[in-house]
């Protein structure tokens, strides 16, 4: 697949990928709705406080989490085309009650639930992988992220505008945030009558069970269990910071670490009774696959999705402080590193597809993470200021390259279960950065950096020991075993191979 292929929008495998990126994007524009009109929503509303706004961004990310992983699920189950209208369409109700609600438990419970919109990422990451064949997935996946996750820079640009200009009044910045949700209702039934699951012809694998990720062996299983513990590990600590602004009532945090760990227990519990029964049984040789290449990629979305997300929301007030620049001048300078995104990923997920090795291409990728942040860690006010906006796009390249290439190498560890292994990595991913933010409270904005080097070093290594050229990484068809065959329903049994992108064309 080149560039020029995206422009044959009436090939139906293009027409796809655009429809999916457009809801991608607009899930971005729906959840970061309020950081660009937080000063104007404070103005408004006189008992809104920055405390306020710091709890509600917090709650934003809160359920994005666990969402990924339930619609992980629930998308190898249903597919993609319904999983994502249901979710946009749901989505808008929170949007509506949060920009039209008055009192702070409206605020709060409204975002905490608009922050499963998160979620969206992993839909497309399954749609794309339908209509691809292993040779052009990584380009493919990387134009689908890339150009969604520029939905945030979007907001930041477009909303206050909408807000302050084109509405004006008290009430703009409400009429501009229900204008998300407005666009998300709409989408919903749009997507849902213009896309499909699959190409004509060609079966959608689903897992046995959906209810957890089924795994290979015995050890497998126990490592399934170990990584599952940090989801919901992450969410103690979001709480824990929650807790910190005094905000919520005395037994707010009680409830949640102990709801927490009722959960941990149960979704053990469904781990145990999907998998026990089927490593009882034996796994065909044929259809196993190694839990080690999942964790490799978890570790990578945590080191390079993690700090992105943890860089951006630091890098304005880095960037004014070390290098006296106003607010405005800062902003543009650290909104670079979210721009790059629109060419940066799609170019990790090309070379991925190009270069012999998928894994080679990531462990550059990492190592230039890690010299990336490990030169910004040197950035002081004696830096010249060129030289560090230099380096700053240069390790977003990396950073942002390498979310590219993780996501070329997701579809093909098992394509049933593409779903749930990319509910797990993107969920990671949010665990990065909520991980490195509690971090950045405690140490300097040049510590940080080497923190993050750090992460990537411990990626780089997992990757290094653990993660294995996927097969047939640069094929026509993905892998399929006899328990894939086995599982497709009888009326789409016909040639159940992904082509390439000719013959997805409309007939």
């Not at 699951?197 to 990720?213: C, G, R, V």
């Not at 590219?404 to 509910?423: D, E, H």
Request: aromatic share 12%.
């Amino acid at each position: 697949m080149k560039v020029v292929d995206l422009f044959k929008v009436k090939n139906e495998s293009i027409k796809v990928l655009h429809l999916t990126m457009i809801a991608f994007f607009i899930t971005f524009v729906t959840w970061f709705n309020m950081a660009p009109l937080a000063t104007t929503m404070i103005s408004d509303m006189g008992w809104l406080t920055k405390e306020h706004i710091a709890v509600l961004g917090l709650l934003n990310v809160a359920l994005t989490v666990p969402a990924r992983i339930i619609i992980g699920s629930l998308l190898d189950r249903f597919g993609p085309r319904k999983v994502f209208s249901i979710l946009l369409v749901t989505m808008s109700i929170p949007t509506f009650v949060f920009a039209f609600g008055d009192g702070w438990a409206q605020l709060a419970i409204s975002r905490l639930l608009l922050s499963s919109i998160g979620a969206g990422f992993v839909i497309g990451i399954r749609m794309v992988s339908e209509w691809f064949p292993p040779k052009s997935i990584g380009f493919a996946e990387g134009f689908y992220a890339g150009w969604g996750n520029f939905g945030s820079a979007f907001a930041a640009m477009t909303l206050p505008w909408v807000a302050l200009t084109l509405i004006g009044g008290d009430n703009g910045w409400r009429y501009a945030i229900a204008t998300t949700g407005l666009i998300c209702l709409i989408y919903g039934f749009i997507y849902y009558a213009l896309v499909k699951d699959t190409p004509e012809n060609k079966a959608y694998f689903k897992p046995k069970k959906s209810s957890a990720l089924e795994v290979s062996s015995w050890g497998d299983l126990v490592q399934l269990i170990l990584w599952t513990i940090p989801l919901v590990s992450v969410l103690a600590l979001l709480t824990w910071r929650i807790d910190k602004f005094d905000l919520l009532s005395a037994s707010f945090s009680t409830i949640v670490y102990i709801v927490l760990g009722l959960v941990l227990v149960y979704q053990v519990i469904r781990i145990l009774q999907v998998n026990v029964p089927i490593l009882k049984k034996g796994v065909p040789e044929d259809d196993r696959y190694k839990f080690k290449n999942v964790a490799a990629l978890n570790t990578t979305y945590f080191a390079n999705f993690g700090a992105e997300l943890a860089v951006v929301s630091m890098l304005p007030m880095f960037f004014q402080t070390t290098f006296s620049l106003s607010p405005t001048a800062a902003g543009l300078i650290a909104s670079t590193f979210a721009f790059v995104n629109l060419f940066a990923r799609p170019l990790g997920g090309y070379l991925s597809d190009r270069l012999k090795s998928r894994k080679q291409v990531m462990l550059v990728y990492m190592g230039g993470i890690v010299l990336g942040f490990l030169s910004m860690g040197l950035m002081t006010e004696s830096f010249p200021l060129v030289a560090a906006v230099a380096l700053t796009i240069l390790t977003s390249m990396f950073v942002q390259g390498a979310e590219g290439s993780t996501f070329a190498i997701i579809p093909m560890i098992k394509k049933r279960v593409t779903g749930q292994i990319a509910g797990m990595a993107g969920a990671y991913g949010n665990v990065g950065a909520l991980t490195y933010l509690t971090i950045l409270t405690f140490v300097t904005p040049q510590q940080f950096f080497f923190v993050l080097a750090g992460g990537a070093v411990l990626s780089f290594l997992s990757c290094a020991l653990l993660l294995e050229e996927p097969k047939n990484a640069h094929g026509d068809e993905y892998v399929l075993s006899s328990v894939d065959r086995a599982l497709t329903q009888p009326s789409a049994a016909s040639p159940s191979v992904i082509r390439d992108l000719p013959a997805a064309s409309t007939k």
